[in-house]
Structure formats: structure tokens, C-alpha cells
């Protein structure tokens, strides 16, 4: 039989081992968490880090482009960048700019559209006329130039995209135009995205940028064409078009101008094939008009969507005689209606966006290989990068843009 002593002594024994237990599991369970805590402050500083590298990163974009047109476009390869990403945080990182590449023009518009908006936004709803701001003045012209460099041809973005040409797209314009609200409208986003146009890059009779490469860039936007004559030429011809639509509906709606074809048929063909005749004159004077209606422009006068009596240049005689003017073309008693910007706008409202933004960037990158580095391609830029990292077993995913 156990005694007292040996009882008690049994007693003590077995509150030690539960002590001993209850330290220990007590212990491991400090270890675990002093462990995870260690881990958790390890993840939390590298998510930290990398945030920061990724925003590093981001401040890489190249400054020319940025300076001269408003754009983020981060330069370099999936490698270089996450050489780049590992230099500045010491982990092993990957950085890839696949999924945020130029060739996705959405990104690079909604750019032009923040930059728009936040750079002159105000400026351009207060002070937008019926021209575009500024007028280039006081920079010398540049001379007409041709692309011949076969490389940047090649490389250029808008290089793969179909493309509508803009002188057939003109000619379906025609009675649609008589109401343009929706093309001069401000504040919505066709508006200052060719406002973008308007004001970054130069046109014919006004130049933006001394140092670019093309004279009519913006012509080269309307009409992709690897010299400015080229460009120059199909635009006026698409004006042409757009200027004989409206100039015929104008000539059958003034009776005085239907009774002078109608006696000048007679007077050419008798008869009944006289109603030909007079189609033919109508076209022949619409065209006359025209044609007179762009050099009008080019020369920095105005003219009329929708033409009355005074704002019409050229009479029947005119056109069957021959006559041009004493400086080229026939000046109406009246200077009202559109600039050559003007009609610019038009023809890139109706422009397709995904074309227009990529020949945006044509235009950089052709002046950035000209100006500061040629070998510079805007399809090695991004507008973004995702960043992936193992770090103590934890993966950590980030997507950074501008």
C-alpha cells in the first residue's frame, strides 16, 4: 500500500511531465509564430520593394516622347527590363511589357485622350473656334521629303492595318456635311484626339515642329503616303470631293444657276440630248469650284460648308472660257466659312481611330530615328509592364501602367 510520502511524490512527478508539455507545445507555438511573423515582415518588406522597383521601372519611359508629344512609352526588351527590375530590388523578378505593348492602340489613345484633357482640356472647351489653336507661326517651314529608308518603313505600326483611302471615303460625304455639329463638337473624345493631331504635328501652310521629318504630317495621318507631295495630293483630292458633293446640291438649289446651264446646253447640244449636256456642265462648274475651293484654302482663305450666292467663286463663263484667276484661283465677294484645318478635321473625324493612333506613332517614331536615336522602335515600347516574383514560396503579381 502506497504511503503518504511516496503518493505525493508521484503527485509532483506527473505535474511536472504536463508542465513540461505545456511549455513545450507553448514554445512551438512561439516558434511558429515568431516563424511566420518573420515571413509574413520578409513578404511585406519585398512586396514593398518591388512596389517601389515597379514604379522605378515606370519612370524609364523615354523622355524624348514624353517631352515632345505627351506619351509614356517604356522602352526596352522582357529582359532588359527585368535586369532592371532585379537591379533595383536585389530579387529574383521577371518583368514583361507583352500584354501592354504599343500594338495595342486603345492604350496609346486613351494616353493622348488624358493628355488632352489634363494639358489643355480647359483651354481647348473655352477657346475652340472653327480652327485649330495656334497657327505655327514664326517657325520656318521645312522642305517636302520622301521616306526611303527601307528598316523604318517596314517598322512602322501602321504598316499592317488595312486602311480605307481617304479620297473614297470623301466622296460618300457629300450632303452629310451640311449639319457637321458632331465633327466640331468639343469636349468629346474624336474632338481631342484630333485636336492631338492638329496641334502636335504639321500640316500644309503651318508647321509645328521645325525638326520633323515630314512637312504634312498631318496629311500623312489621313493618308499614309511615304512623301509629303504624295500626302498633299491625295488630301486635296479627297477636299475636291468633298467640296463637288456640296458645290452640285448648291448649283440644282439656285434657279439662276439651273436656267445659265440650261440655256447653255441648248445653245451646245439642242434636243432632247441636252439633258445630258446639262449634267455635264453641272458637274464640269461643281468641279471647277472645287478645285478653286482648295487653292482657296492653301491660301488661307475660307470657305463655306454650305455656299449661298456671295460665298460662290466662279460663274458659267468662267469655266467655259478657261479662266483661272490672276493668282491661280477666283476669289467670291465674301472670306466666311471653314479653314483648311477645318476640313482637315473632317476628313479625320471620319478617319478610322485604330489607323489614326497608329500613324500617330508612325509620325514618332520616324522623328525620334531622325532627331535622337535611330534605332529607336515604338515596338519595343510599352505603355505597362507586369511584374512576377517568388519570394519565400509566396508569388506576388503586379500589373503597373501609366
Not at 502506497?2 to 509532483?12: E, P, V
Not at 450632303?175 to 492631338?196: C, H, I, Q, W
Not at 520616324?366 to 532627331?371: S, V
Request: hydrophobic share 40%.
Amino acid at each position: 500500500m502506497m504511503t503518504d510520502h511516496a503518493f505525493l511524490k508521484q503527485k509532483r512527478g506527473s505535474s511536472a511531465v504536463f508542465l513540461v508539455v505545456i511549455v513545450a507545445s507553448l514554445m512551438a507555438i512561439t516558434l511558429t509564430l515568431v516563424f511566420a511573423g518573420r515571413n509574413a515582415v520578409r513578404i511585406s518588406i519585398a512586396d514593398g520593394s518591388l512596389h517601389l522597383a515597379s514604379v522605378s521601372l515606370l519612370s524609364e519611359y523615354d523622355y524624348y516622347v514624353q517631352r515632345d508629344y505627351g506619351l509614356f512609352l517604356l522602352p526596352g526588351t522582357d529582359i532588359q527590363l527585368s535586369q532592371s527590375l532585379r537591379d533595383y530590388t536585389g530579387f529574383s523578378a521577371k518583368a514583361s511589357a507583352g500584354r501592354f505593348s504599343t500594338v495595342n492602340t486603345d492604350a496609346v489613345r486613351q494616353q493622348i485622350l488624358d493628355y488632352m484633357k489634363s494639358a489643355v482640356g480647359v483651354k481647348l472647351l473655352e477657346e475652340a473656334g472653327s480652327d485649330s489653336l495656334g497657327d505655327g507661326s514664326g517657325i520656318p517651314a521645312i522642305p517636302d521629303r520622301t521616306l526611303r529608308h527601307g528598316p523604318t518603313i517596314t517598322s512602322l505600326p501602321s504598316r499592317a492595318l488595312p486602311d480605307t483611302d481617304i479620297v473614297t471615303t470623301a466622296q460618300s460625304l457629300g450632303e452629310n456635311l451640311k449639319n457637321p455639329g458632331a465633327v466640331f463638337r468639343t469636349g468629346t473624345s474624336k474632338f481631342f484626339m484630333d485636336e492631338y493631331i492638329l496641334q502636335k504635328f504639321n500640316r500644309a501652310e503651318c508647321t509645328r515642329g521645325p525638326n520633323h521629318f515630314f512637312s504634312s504630317e498631318v496629311e500623312y495621318v489621313l493618308c499614309g503616303k511615304l512623301s509629303d507631295e504624295q500626302n498633299r495630293h491625295r488630301t486635296d483630292l479627297a477636299l475636291e470631293a468633298i467640296r463637288l458633293g456640296l458645290n452640285l446640291a448648291h448649283i440644282y438649289s439656285d434657279p439662276e444657276k439651273v436656267e445659265a446651264i440650261t440655256a447653255a446646253a441648248e445653245v451646245i447640244t439642242p434636243g432632247p440630248i441636252g439633258v445630258l449636256t446639262q449634267v455635264g456642265i453641272a458637274t464640269a462648274w461643281a468641279t471647277a469650284e472645287s478645285i478653286n475651293d482648295v487653292k482657296l484654302l492653301h491660301k488661307g482663305h475660307k470657305v463655306p460648308l454650305v455656299k449661298t450666292a456671295v460665298s460662290w467663286a466662279i460663274d458659267l463663263d468662267a469655266v467655259l472660257e478657261g479662266y483661272k484667276g490672276e493668282d491661280g484661283c477666283i476669289h467670291p465677294q465674301v472670306d466666311t466659312g471653314r479653314s483648311y484645318a477645318d476640313y482637315l478635321r473632317i476628313l479625320l473625324y471620319v478617319k478610322d481611330e485604330d489607323i489614326k493612333t497608329a500613324r500617330i506613332l508612325d509620325l514618332i517614331q520616324i522623328n525620334m530615328r531622325k532627331n535622337y536615336d535611330g534605332r529607336f522602335l515604338v515596338q519595343e515600347c510599352a505603355t505597362g509592364v507586369s511584374i512576377d516574383a517568388d519570394i519565400y514560396g509566396r508569388k506576388l503579381s503586379y500589373d503597373r501602367i501609366y
